[in-house]
């Protein structure tokens, strides 16, 4: 199973039913990218709860003052079966540069605005608006 494809459907599905937080198992690219989240502004927190096994990723979700959900969409653009990468000249744009789009590259997991001031491409992990 896609465990990129799994973090963001748990995201995506607990801030549609309105929860406070999710529990993910937690991986090593995917306390990255919720890294960036937090950075970002698209999540309150997270925490990475040790237990015997692999660990839980414990996202706390963030939300307006009218209770909407700050992600109103959340999208994984490369898949195991097509992978979709990008070079540091085509970093695509979401909604204009009002969305995020989350690059794996050489350097770490970037945000499509860091690719840019670094120069720096790779695979296109997801977009958020």
């Known amino acids: ?21 999710v529990n993910i198992p937690s991986f090593r690219l995917g306390v990255e990218v919720v890294k960036i989240l937090r950075e970002e502004g698209y999540v309150k927190n997270y925490k990475v709860i040790d237990d015997s096994k692999q660990g839980i990723l414990n ?3 963030k939300y307006s003052e ?8 959340i999208k994984r653009v490369s898949k195991p079966g097509c992978r979709i990468y990008c070079t540091k000249d085509s970093v695509p744009k ?23 001031e670094l120069g720096a491409g790779g695979e296109v992990l997801c977009s958020i608006w």
């Open 1 to 21: 199973m896609d465990s990129i494809s799994d973090l963001l459907t748990r995201i995506r599905n607990g801030a549609k039913s309105k929860k406070r937080e």
């Open 94 to 116: 979401v909604l204009d540069g009002l969305g995020l789009v989350i690059v794996s590259t050489s350097r770490g997991v970037l945000t499509g605005r860091s690719c840019e």
């Open 59 to 61: 996202v706390t979700l």
């Open 66 to 73: 009218d209770n909407k959900s700050v992600i109103s969409g």
